[in-house]
């Protein structure tokens, strides 16, 4: 997921929000990749549930109920009754609202306020983050003699769309269908594809009305698994499967833009979209836990000027900003102001793999060897940030589960990233380039650099330009688009080399490759490789933890090892600012804020 106009999305739900801590200078100058390891693995709060034999049940209902009582105590601490007015500045004008559609952060962000899905995220009372029971209030879960898997849901009785319409298990199934369909052109299709008959629905052979999810009655749902998928009840979470009104939906191609047809069921309620200024939203009077929740507006403001976001936040005008101009990090690290989470998620450039020039992955690699990483997160992005030695980042749990070596430990290196091995990096890039037939870059076309409108991506993309420029002797001429250009460009294939950058959407190596198998719809390098679809297809052909995890490592080695389809640059930090007088706020490394259920202190 590139989740925003200056960061990576995808979403690690189970996992405890940053608290937070202030970084010192010289953790900001070097930190390991293992310290950052094993500060994300002992934040994880509920672990993946592993195949344990053939029949086992899980309701979440105590859980929810515990949570309900924190939540209810956090929100009577609200200072006032009525006029509490926040304002968050996350990103700029959204691609999309339509949860389905969505693949960025701050459009996930903002549906997470409005939709619910089976399962939903809240706040524990102690800052920590866990899925629990949402628009379900309790299911079971059963793994058959044949290895597949049936879920029954026991639907909310109090669950309502804002307009007051019972939501029922039919909205869901509809829901799932159209997120499948192939005329949905849904980039997040593949998040339910262990669902029994995705594969034919999304090739178009079947019809969407096979998938295996159905409403035995309006209070009942069943989804039928093909395995026992480790992170699934992570999905019935994640944004993409939420509910939607069919007859909002088919009512109108723009139903997102007009609050009478965006129709949520979640904690609050769209009131006005002025497109390039602001998202407002109030709370939903019919939503079941009305009355726990904080803000009585929360107001989106939707800026990509870095400046304008910083000057907004002193001002008072903004209660939250994730973004500032890269020159004032360090100040306001210092202060103790900007706050820097933990977050998994990869920066990394994109390589056109079907380009003339970029379909040699030798020249590929050159570029990426080439790359300074150390010079980057020290002198550029400034946020504490790790430098990718791979492409999944370092917190994603292996085989072994949370607390011990995480994937990017077993999956080792893929080129060293230390200062002393930079000119033994550059030597083997132009020898690489030599090799493709242009020595010292002699003859080698101008290619374009692609990234979206943003100061830190502006001051990386020039950075980039300066080292191929310096080591490979190539011209790189740089184009920066407005977001939701930009991301079509990318998505469609219309650049050479682009800025990219994935959010986990769960914590599994799952959520970061299988995004690049062939046809993907995330997969903006137009990448094919039989052998590359070969290991994804065993990982999820297997519940076995040891042989997913050799199937994902495989998949990696083809990817970065073999093909150098990417170029990571280095591992996310999430740095915000937060108005101190703002309590009750909590978030993920999956990079979701929730502000539902914030109180004045």
Not at 67 to 87: Q, R, V
Not at 237 to 252: H, I, K, N, Y
Not at 563 to 588: E, H, K, R, W
Request: charged residues 25%; hydrophobic residues 35%; contains cysteine.
């Amino acid at each position: 997921r590139d989740r925003s106009p200056s960061r990576g999305l995808g979403d690690v739900y189970k996992r405890q929000p940053w608290k937070g801590r202030k970084i010192k200078e010289d953790v900001i100058m070097r930190k390991t990749k293992k310290i950052l390891s094993v500060a994300l693995a002992s934040t994880m709060v509920l672990s993946l549930a592993a195949c344990g034999g053939k029949s086992t049940t899980e309701t979440t209902q105590a859980a929810a109920e515990t949570t309900a009582a924190a939540e209810s105590s956090a929100a009577e601490t609200t200072a006032e009754a009525d006029g509490f007015n926040l304002a968050v500045c996350l990103a700029s004008e959204p691609q999309t609202m339509d949860p389905a559609l969505n693949s960025t952060v701050d459009g996930a962000i903002m549906t997470q306020h409005m939709f619910e899905g089976l399962a939903k995220y809240v706040n524990d009372g102690n800052g920590n983050a866990q899925i629990v029971s949402g628009q379900a209030e309790a299911w079971e879960k059963v793994v058959n003699d044949d290895g597949t898997v049936t879920y029954t849901y026991k639907m909310r009785p109090d669950a309502k769309w804002s307009d007051g319409q019972k939501v029922t298990a039919g909205d869901f199934e509809y829901s799932w269908k159209r997120l499948a369909n192939p005329e949905t052109a849904a980039d997040y299709c593949y998040m339910i594809d262990m669902v029994k008959g995705y594969d034919a629905v999304a090739d178009g052979s079947a019809d969407p009305s096979t998938l295996g999810i159905t409403a035995v009655d309006d209070q009942t749902l069943q989804i039928d698994l093909t395995y026992d998928c480790p992170y699934f009840e992570e999905i019935m979470a994640f944004p993409a499967t939420f509910p939607v009104r069919q007859d909002m939906v088919e009512s109108s191609d723009n139903w997102t833009f007009d609050p009478s047809t965006y129709i949520g069921n979640g904690p609050y309620k769209m009131t006005e979209w002025s497109h390039n200024a602001y998202i407002s939203m109030e709370k939903n009077e019919n939503y079941y836990d009305y009355e726990n929740l904080g803000p009585d507006t929360i107001k989106f403001t939707l800026l990509d000027d870095n400046n304008a976001m910083l000057k907004g936040y002193n001002n008072g005008e903004l209660d939250f900003i994730e973004n500032l101009p890269v020159d004032e990090i360090p100040t306001y690290l210092a202060s103790g102001e900007l706050e820097i989470g933990d977050y998994l998620g990869t920066y990394y450039v994109c390589f056109n793999t079907e380009d003339e020039v970029f379909s040699d992955p030798n020249i590929r690699k050159a570029f990426s060897l080439v790359i300074d990483r150390n010079y980057i997160v020290e002198n550029v992005s400034q946020a504490g940030e790790v430098p990718a030695d791979g492409y999944v980042p370092n917190g994603v749990n292996d085989a072994a589960g949370a607390g011990s070596d995480d994937f990017r430990t077993v999956g080792g290196s893929y080129y060293s990233i230390s200062d002393e091995d930079y000119e033994a990096n550059c030597e083997e890039a132009r020898q690489l380039l030599a090799d493709a037939g242009y020595p010292n870059g002699e003859g080698f076309p101008t290619v374009e650099y692609l990234y979206n409108t943003a100061d830190n991506h502006k001051k990386i993309g020039e950075a980039l330009q300066n080292m191929w420029q310096t080591e490979l002797g190539v011209t790189v001429n740089l184009n920066n688009q407005d977001w939701n250009v930009f991301l079509q460009n990318r998505k469609d294939g219309n650049f050479q080399i682009a800025r990219n950058g994935w959010i986990a959407d769960y914590n599994d190596p799952c959520s970061f490759l299988d995004m690049w198998y062939t046809d993907g719809g995330n997969n903006d390098a137009q990448y094919s490789n039989p052998d590359y679809d070969a290991a994804i297809d065993a990982a999820k052909a297997t519940s076995d933890p040891e042989e997913r995890m050799k199937a994902f490592h495989e998949a990696e080695d083809i990817l970065i090892g073999q093909d150098s389809v990417l170029a990571p640059i280095y591992f996310y930090t999430q740095p915000y600012m937060l108005n101190p007088d703002i309590d009750g706020m909590y978030y993920t490394p999956l990079g979701y804020f929730f502000f539902g259920y914030t109180s004045k202190k």
